[in-house]
């Protein structure tokens, strides 16, 4: 009887802070409630003292978003990668804006100080619209589709129109992201005016003080300092292709000392276009000629649109990182690769960057509207790797990808199975739900963001 292949060391001691982080953000709001509780102090108001308690979880929680942000080095391998950090830095935001509403409504205290009440007004105003604005380009899954019906109507009016020309574009809410230390640091001090239980409880104070210094010492990390820590490397286009109607490959080229990276991570890439310097988060879908690397472009808004007709060779660019822990290596001996679209991008630089035998028995299917792009490159690296095993899946002809399809072909016990899978949210989303309620491990799925805002 063969014995089943023994998982790699970096993916047993890997799984453990890829769970941590989220887990750490929960353990940390509950314990602060717990304190708050035990510390209450002796003849304070129930309702206002809540609502006090309310404001401090949201400074907890806007002051962990921060820390989420600041592209220390040390935050990205327990949340399992940047992208992951990102989206974990979202939901803290959100939920801590949520927190805000009872705040509101139950702190309100008659001895609050003309200046406390003026930074809680900015605060709350700007971090409301920092919120709001972040959740716009996914109103749709937000909506039942009723509402869709709606609001779909009013975006055809000429206000909803010019809103949308002055707040549209990834640049320009980057920009006013940017502001969102300032907007958490104006509701601190807020807390520090007029919270009443402080006076009773110094002990409430020091630890708020504590919390909220923490988080806007990272903020002033990112926005002042870690320019002069990150790694930045200069390069120039070497050559732009186009795969598909809306897709393009841009080779880059190094200047100087050229990137190191592993197959499946991605960078931060500041390009200089006809239109200025653009930066965005792209996949490294592998190596270029002269050491450089390339990355895939599909055209899915903002800038990423027109740049196939804004960047030309010679074009100088800056590429920070890298980033990610989407690899392959901290899989089981049976994996399951999922690309849907531009998702496939990791998955290439893993085909590109293959040395020698692919140990690891791989089922990858590649789904898209119409025939993929990379079916012919993608067949000539499986007639090499024997165990390799490609599913091409055309929706136009043969319908969408399904979970229940995919462990059908695979027909390997879903606990043995690691899954990767790289696409649109939604179907991400689906095929994750599926995969765990058949009996695929929490651990053993791993997906890559691609849409962080």
């Not at 960057?353 to 791989?362: I, K, P, T, W």
């Not at 990379?374 to 165990?387: L, S």
Request: net charge positive.
């Amino acid at each position: 009887m063969t014995k089943p292949a023994k998982r790699p060391r970096a993916a047993i001691l890997g799984m453990p802070l890829r769970w941590m982080g989220p887990g750490a953000v929960l353990v940390l709001a509950v314990a602060y409630a717990l304190f708050w509780y035990a510390v209450r102090p002796a003849g304070e108001p129930v309702l206002g003292y809540v609502g006090q308690l309310f404001g401090g979880e949201s400074v907890l929680l806007y002051s962990i978003a921060l820390v989420l942000v600041s592209t220390l080095p040390h935050v990205e391998p327990i949340f399992g990668g940047i992208d992951h950090a990102a989206i974990w830095h979202r939901r803290a935001a959100i939920s801590a804006t949520v927190l805000l509403l009872p705040h509101i409504e139950f702190a309100a205290s008659p001895e609050a100080t003309s200046l406390g009440k003026m930074l809680a007004v900015v605060a709350i105003c700007g971090l409301m619209t920092l919120v709001v604005w972040a959740i716009l380009p996914r109103w749709r899954t937000m909506l039942p589709a009723a509402a869709r019906r709606v609001v779909i109507a009013l975006l055809q009016t000429r206000a909803f129109q010019l809103a949308a020309r002055l707040l549209g574009g990834y640049e320009r809410w980057r920009g006013f992201h940017r502001l969102t230390g300032l907007f958490v640091a104006a509701g601190f001090l807020h807390g520090l005016l007029d919270a009443s239980a402080f006076e009773a409880a110094p002990a409430l104070r020091w630890s708020y003080v504590a919390i909220g210094a923490t988080g806007l010492a990272f903020y002033a990390y990112r926005e002042l300092l870690s320019r002069h820590f990150l790694p930045h490397h200069d390069y120039q286009v070497s050559g732009v292709r186009t795969v598909a109607a809306d897709l393009v490959e841009v080779a880059l080229r190094p200047l100087g000392r050229p990137l190191g990276f592993k197959p499946g991570q991605f960078a931060m890439i500041y390009l200089e276009t006809a239109e200025g310097w653009q930066r965005h988060p792209f996949s490294i879908s592998g190596p270029a000629g002269e050491g450089g690397i390339s990355i895939t472009v599909k055209a899915l808004g903002d800038h990423t649109t027109r740049l196939p007709d804004v960047i030309q060779p010679g074009m100088p660019a800056v590429v920070g990182g890298p980033y990610g822990r989407f690899d392959r290596h901290r899989g089981t001996a049976d994996q399951v690769w999922i690309a849907g679209g531009v998702g496939i991008t990791p998955f290439l630089s893993w085909l590109r960057s293959l040395d020698g035998e692919l140990h690891e028995n791989v089922h990858f299917f590649v789904t898209s509207a119409g025939p993929s792009p990379f079916a012919d490159e993608i067949a000539a690296v499986a007639r090499n790797h024997p165990r390799l095993m490609v599913h091409m899946v055309d929706t136009a002809a043969d319908g969408r990808l399904t979970p229940e399809s995919v462990l059908e072909a695979v027909g390997t016990e879903p606990r043995r199975l690691s899954v990767f899978m790289g696409g649109p949210d939604t179907m991400l989303r689906q095929f994750r739900k599926a995969f765990r309620a058949a009996g695929v491990r929490r651990a053993n799925i791993h997906r890559e963001y691609f849409q962080w805002r």
